[in-house]
């Protein structure tokens, strides 16, 4: 896995993954499936179990679910930039 996609992975799973709502026990997979289909968004808890666990998933998928658990604002911090080969 390259530097990005570790660095994708990271935030996305910070975002609605194992480090947020749904690791803490506050929310499980068929909860956020509820609750994306109540904003008009159709996934099931395995469909978003997978996304989550590959680590990969579209920026869209991202932003339903931060409208789906109420979340309005994120704070980016990207990773110090690698130094070039000598």
């Known amino acids: 896995m390259d530097e990005w996609k570790t660095y994708a992975t990271i935030l996305l799973r910070s975002l609605v993954g194992p480090t947020a709502e749904l690791e ?10 509820q609750r994306l289909q109540a ?30 658990i109420g979340v309005d604002s994120i704070s980016l911090k990207l990773p110090p930039p690698k130094s070039p080969p000598k």
Do not use: P, W
């Open 39 to 68: 904003i008009g968004v159709v996934e099931t808890a395995h469909s978003i179990q997978n996304k989550i666990g590959r680590g990969s998933c579209k920026l869209l998928f991202v932003v339903q679910c931060m409208r789906a």
């Open 24 to 33: 803490t026990g506050r929310m499980s997979y068929k909860d956020l499936a």
